[in-house]
């Protein structure tokens, strides 16, 4: 029962997320959504894992979590200079 | 049979058809998750998803980029700490445990990071800030400039 209320929400929150990338003004509204939409992902992920039991899912939310935090740096960067590194 | 009567009649079959197939596919919804018989974690997990819900509402409700920021990194914090935790406990018994603490460390380190390089990046490209309620802005007083702020509004 917790488990549906949890999946259902969190579809309706990515969904809220998916319009604001899709309508946002600015580019730093679609890499905020984006940044959110990244750790609802790695969120939903768990959740399939606590929905399942497969405790093998945890290894991908982990590595969704690493890139969605990695790609929204590199995207930032990327976004103030024009170049990612030096 | 008029055309009104033979749409009612397959609408409400078609209606019928599909409150039946969602009660079937909701039956086997009732099989044990991980989740049985931990009071704790379904709260925590509760309060998660509502936060998780109220950053994406905040997301779209918002004016400007800073009050949407947060919103996605505030919220989302405390909501993804809550479900990640959550999570924790209720794979107690079994192996997920670590796993599922180092993803929520490692989430509580990188979630405000990166949200405050979207503030940062934004704010010396001079995105514009929503200004009708009155707006303070420290990093101008403190002599810091936004570059291209004519070319990006």
Redesign the interface.
């Known amino acids: 029962m917790?488990?549906?209320?949890?999946i259902v929400?969190?579809a309706?929150?990515?969904v809220?997320?998916t319009?604001?990338v899709l309508r946002g003004p600015?580019w730093?509204?679609r890499?905020?959504?984006f940044?959110?939409l990244t750790?609802?992902l790695?969120?939903m992920v768990?959740?399939a894992?606590?929905?399942?039991?497969f405790?093998s899912l945890?290894?991908a939310?982990?590595i969704i979590?690493?890139l969605?935090?990695m790609s929204?740096?590199a995207l930032?960067?990327y976004?103030?200079r024009g170049r990612v590194m030096r | 049979m008029t055309r009104g009567v033979r749409w009612a009649r397959f609408a409400s079959c078609a209606l019928a058809a599909a409150t039946g197939t969602l009660a079937r596919a909701a039956a086997p919804?009732r099989a044990a998750?991980?989740?049985d018989g931990h009071p704790v974690a379904?709260v925590l997990?509760?309060l998660?998803?509502?936060f998780?819900?109220a950053?994406?509402?905040g997301?779209?409700r918002f004016p400007d980029?800073y009050t949407?920021?947060h919103a996605?990194t505030k919220l989302?914090t405390l909501?993804?700490l809550g479900?990640?935790g959550g999570?924790g406990i209720?794979?107690y018994p079994?192996?997920?445990t670590p796993?599922?603490l180092?993803?929520a460390g490692?989430?509580f380190l990188?979630?405000p990071?990166?949200?405050y390089?979207?503030a940062?990046?934004?704010y010396?490209?001079g995105?514009?800030w929503y200004q009708e309620h009155g707006s303070v802005d420290d990093w101008g007083a403190l002599g810091i400039e936004s570059q291209g702020s004519a070319e990006?509004r």
């Open positions: 917790v488990i549906d209320i949890a929400s969190l309706i929150s990515g809220l997320a319009y604001r600015t730093g509204d890499v905020t959504a940044d959110y750790v609802n790695a969120v768990v959740v894992a606590l929905r399942t039991g405790t945890l290894d939310a982990l979590s690493i969605g935090f929204t740096v930032a960067r976004l103030l | 919804a998750s991980a989740l379904q997990i509760l998660g998803c509502v998780l819900l950053a994406a509402v997301l779209v980029v949407r920021l996605a989302v909501g993804g479900i990640f999570a209720a794979f079994v192996d997920g796993r599922v180092l993803i490692l989430f990188t979630a990071l990166s949200g390089m979207i940062r990046s934004a010396l490209r995105l514009p990006e």
